[in-house]
Nanobody, 125 residues
Framework: QVQLVESGGGSVQPGGSLKLSCVASGFTVDSYAIAWFRQAPGKEREGISCISTAMGYYAESVKGRFTISRDNARSTVYLEMNNLKPEDTGVYYC????????????????????WGRGTQVNVSS
């Protein structure tokens, strides 16, 4: 079955850290760009990071705090989140980015192929 499965979410206090995983199955992930999105309660889904075969990209809201990485041998992409803030609360999704992260290089749209089902992150004191 072709799918992406996120894990690693949870509840942390402000300033804490979490590391999310996105595991691909049913296809070879190493030739795909993988993007992370989040959706806060009552808000639209927003793109926060993307990793192509060579580089990682970040939205301004997470730059300097989040790090994206990939382990192709494990078909896994990670999102390490540090210095978490209450506004980071939401459901985090990974997805295949058919545009190879072009949104972060000036494009005005995402080109998403496959979505995961999400993992919840709560940041509160």
């Amino acid at each position: 079955q072709v799918q992406l499965v996120e894990s690693g979410g949870g509840s942390v206090q402000p300033g804490g850290s979490l590391k999310l995983s996105c595991v691909a199955s049913g296809f070879t992930v190493d030739s795909y760009a993988i993007a992370w999105f989040r959706q806060a309660p009552g808000k639209e889904r927003e793109g926060i990071s993307c990793i192509s075969t060579a580089m990682g990209y970040y939205a301004e809201s997470v730059k300097g705090r989040f790090t994206i990485s990939r382990d192709n041998a494990r078909s896994t992409v990670y999102l390490e989140m540090n210095n978490l803030k209450p506004e980071d609360t939401g459901v985090y999704y990974c997805a295949t980015d058919l545009g190879m992260c072009t949104y972060y290089r000036g494009s005005d749209k995402f080109e998403i192929g496959l979505w995961g089902r999400g993992t919840q992150v709560n940041v509160s004191s």
